[in-house]
């Protein structure tokens, strides 16, 4: 069964800052999905990541895959206040059709 | 467009009513879902389709009956239900499994309050 763990699940900081949000996945995937969710809405696709290697950047926010360790990140630039929100990694098995979502990492960055 | 719109946004039903929450796409995907979110947890799937056949059932209540009348289209009919089915239904919808870099569209969601 497929499970998907990110960490940490709540995150406090400063704006300016830099931090990395973890997903890890128990089986092999054949791609990987980060949404972002604020309050009382839906979600918004952030970035598709397909491959082994595959590096994603949009602003502030820059996402990784790494096939092997069955680990993606969701790394944060200089923080600011716009980027909080709820941030969801979620994966998919290409032949179960399914696609699981990890608890989601509440982040709120402070001004 | 790159829209999924869901109707209606808002939905209280009693216990004994049916009711439908309807979602349409017109980019051409073959892959739709129905997902269920409780507040400050994350979406859980529900039923996938996959050119208009009923591809996964995660195991939902029977008082949960989806419905795919065309590649646009996804209604979830809702008869007998709780109060614990309150929550944010969520619609999806993405290419079909053969293509690479699909992602995945949500609608805005259908809050939805059982009383």
């Known amino acids: 069964e497929l499970k998907v763990e990110q960490n940490p699940l709540f995150l406090s900081m400063q704006e300016g800052k830099n931090y990395t949000i973890y997903c890890n996945y128990s089986t092999t995937s054949d791609r990987l999905y980060w949404y972002r969710q604020d309050p009382g809405k839906s979600l918004e696709s952030l970035f598709v990541?397909?491959?082994?290697?595959a590096v994603k950047q949009e602003g502030r926010l820059m996402a990784s895959l790494d096939t092997k360790a069955r680990l993606s990140t969701l790394h944060i630039t200089a923080a600011v206040h716009d980027l909080s929100a709820t941030y969801f990694c979620a994966v998919d098995i290409k032949r179960d059709d399914k696609i699981i979502f990890g608890k989601g990492t509440r982040l709120h960055i402070l001004p | 467009d790159t829209e999924v719109t869901q109707t209606p946004k808002h939905l209280v039903m009693g216990m004994t009513n049916k009711k439908s929450l309807k979602c349409e796409q017109h980019?051409?995907?073959?892959?739709m879902y129905w997902y269920k979110q409780k507040a400050k947890k994350p979406p859980e799937l529900m039923f996938v389709?996959?050119?208009?056949?009923?591809?996964i059932n995660e195991s939902v209540p029977s008082r949960f009956s989806p419905e795919c009348p065309n590649s646009s289209l996804l209604n979830l009919h809702l008869h007998a239900l709780q109060p614990e089915d309150s929550a944010l239904y969520l619609c999806?919808?993405?290419?079909?499994?053969?293509?690479?870099?699909?992602?995945?569209?949500f609608g805005e969601g259908s809050w939805l309050t059982v009383v």
């Open positions: 980019m051409g995907h073959r892959a």
């Open positions: 990541l397909l491959s082994n290697g």
């Open positions: 999806a919808s993405s290419q079909d499994w053969t293509g690479s870099g699909n992602t995945i569209y």
């Open positions: 389709y996959s050119y208009e056949k009923l591809s």
